[in-house]
């Protein structure tokens, strides 16, 4: 039933009641979306340190130096990519190197023009060292695709498992024309992606039922992402997930080739590639069960308050 008319009254309490099922939607969406966080970091993360510290000392001297063989077979060190290894003593340096080369590339320039470079440098060094201070910790592993770097841990008890699919990172930036895009959009389809879903359909005003006075379905596309906000949610980190899979997947091909005479840290190997997958793919459907949940509530919500109108012009 549509109420055509509404008195003064009735007005701001209508419209609290909507902003408090957008809200507790927001809220539900995030906090489910969020609950991928311990996930990996109390689980997998655990498990792919716990893997890599298993390793012995001569196993890192093999892992090291099959790594560098394949680096330098890979051809990344003609395209501007470097390895840098991350210890408590060089964080300093390496993160002034990082800021420097920031400073080099195209945005950096730009970036300089309109700002106060010492300024800029001191931020980026603070955001730098932090960053490096979490790979010293081995909670950490990255490739950069801004500086070209492949940052690992410089010490045994980090992630150094996880150098193969680092590389796969930086081949897939690199190396592949497909590979590169996906690269580049991952992560800002992320970051927009499921902001731009919630709001979208949690703004929907009247959206109770999912067909209109006349009995038919809803159309429209905010009606749509409504309907499948769930997958379109998982949708968003796809191009991760993918990414990813491909740097898992390379990383094994690379390893397979340099590590046959030491099969069980391959295996290792291996397993730390999948586990780093595993890690967004958790993530991705964490987000779309939240978007899905967000929904659910708003709309919940939603129903209750017309319910309640609707009984009010009855009386
Ligand atoms: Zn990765």
Redesign the pocket.
């Known amino acids: 039933m549509k109420i055509s008319f509404s008195t003064n009254v009735e007005k701001p309490a209508q419209k609290k009641k909507r902003n408090k099922g957008v809200i507790t939607g927001l809220v539900a969406g995030c906090l489910v979306s969020n609950a991928a966080a311990p996930i990996t970091q109390k689980v997998l993360l655990p498990a792919i340190k716990k893997i890599s510290s298993s390793i012995k000392p001569e196993d890192t001297l093999i892992l090291n130096n099959a790594f560098e063989k394949a680096f330098f077979d890979s051809t990344l060190a003609e395209k501007g990519v470097k390895i840098i290894k991350i210890t408590k003593d060089n964080i300093d340096e390496v993160s002034k190197e990082l800021t420097e080369a920031v400073f080099n590339t195209k945005y950096g320039k730009k970036l300089s023009n309109f700002f106060n470079k010492d300024v800029l440098s001191f931020g980026l060094e603070l955001h730098f060292s932090s960053i490096l201070q979490t790979v010293t910790d081995g909670e950490n592993a990255f490739y950069s695709n801004v500086i070209k770097r492949i940052i690992l841990p410089g010490e045994k008890n980090g992630l150094q498992l996880a150098n193969f699919?680092?590389m796969g990172?930086a081949i897939n930036h690199n190396l592949g024309k497909a590979s590169r895009i996906l690269q580049k959009i991952r992560n800002p389809i992320i970051i927009f992606g499921p902001a731009i879903i919630l709001f979208s359909v949690l703004s929907l005003k009247d959206k109770k039922n999912e067909v209109d006075e006349n009995g038919e379905k809803k159309k429209g596309v905010r009606q749509f992402i409504k309907n499948n906000a769930g997958i379109l949610g998982v949708a968003t980190f796809l191009p991760a997930v993918i990414e990813?899979g491909m740097?898992s997947l390379k990383g094994n091909k690379i390893a397979n080739k340099v590590l046959q005479e030491a099969p069980i840290l391959l295996k290792k190997v291996k397993l730390t590639n999948a586990m780093?997958f595993a890690s967004y793919a958790i993530t991705a459907l964490a987000t779309g069960l939240g978007m899905h949940i967000a929904v659910k509530i708003k709309d919940n919500l939603q129903a209750k308050y017309e319910d309640k109108q609707s009984q009010k012009m009855q009386k």
């Open positions: 699919h680092e990172h990813e740097a780093s």
